[in-house]
T-cell receptor, first 112, second 113 residues
Framework: GEDVEQSLFLSVREGDSSVINCTYT??????LYWYKQEPGAGLQLLTY?????DMKQDQRLTVLLNKKDKHLSLRIADTQTGDSAIYFC????????????FGAGTRLAVHP | DAGVIQSPRHEVTEMGQEVTLRCKPI?????LFWYRQTMMRGLELLIY????????DSGMPEDRFSAKMPNASFSTLKIQPSEPRDSAVYFC???????????FGEGSWLTVV
């Protein structure tokens, strides 16, 4: 079945850029998503990218999609301590219905 | 706009008790999802409703779990009887039809002792 994989941990210094990577297996995926989960909170939609796009930028966030390699990345510019959270990559599939397949999440730690 | 609203936010119950989790989707959304999050298994889809009708319940763990959506603005997830291994965060989410972004509630944090 479909699978989404992410590295589990990332540590960066405040002010640096963070890059969180994700790979997925479903080559027919239409939408790919990034969600953020802060401690004790729910999942907050950060951004998404449609499969016919290579890049999407939204303020400090840049999403890159390499459809050939089925690789998705989330870059956070000027990372702040408030960005410390778990970031989930999710494969939205081909529609029909939104059965999101989530990765295990990448825990981002931002240190001074 | 109010997001997806879940209750209770936290519940601690004894093994064998019935647990009922509640969800109010975003107004106008016609797709509703129940997810479970655990350390071991991550995020798992339990059940999906479209226009109040269960479409896919293949993720429901066993007969102890049941979900209903009596109308467009309310859904419940019930566990009877509860077991310690049911301890998890249960998320409700909704979207405006298929192929659209899914928005999550804050979750119900369940501990079964």
């Amino acid at each position: 079945g479909e699978d989404v994989e992410q590295s589990l941990f990332l540590s960066v210094r405040e002010g640096d850029s963070s890059v969180i990577n994700c790979t997925y297996t479903d080559s027919s995926s239409t939408y790919l998503y990034w969600y953020k989960q802060e401690p004790g909170a729910g999942l907050q939609l950060l951004t998404y990218i449609f499969s016919n796009m290579d890049m999407k930028q939204d303020q400090r966030l840049t999403v890159l999609l390499n459809k050939k390699d089925k690789h998705l990345s989330l870059r956070i510019a000027d990372t702040q301590t408030g960005d410390s959270a778990i970031y989930f990559c999710a494969d939205g599939g081909t529609g029909g219905y939104n059965k999101l397949i989530f990765g295990a999440g990448t825990r981002l730690a931002v240190h001074p | 706009d109010a997001g997806v609203i879940q209750s209770p936010r936290h519940e601690v119950t004894e093994m064998g008790q019935e647990v009922t989790l509640r969800c109010k989707p975003i107004s106008g959304h016609n797709s509703l999802f129940w997810y479970r999050q655990t350390m071991m298994r991550g995020l798992e889809l339990l059940i999906y409703f479209n226009n109040n009708v269960p479409i896919d319940d293949s993720g429901m763990p066993e007969d102890r779990f049941s979900a209903k959506m009596p109308n467009a603005s309310f859904s419940t997830l019930k566990i009877q009887p509860s077991e310690p291994r049911d301890s998890a965060v249960y998320f409700c989410a909704s979207s405006l039809g298929t192929g659209n972004t899914i928005y999550f509630g804050e979750g119900s944090w369940l501990t079964v002792v």
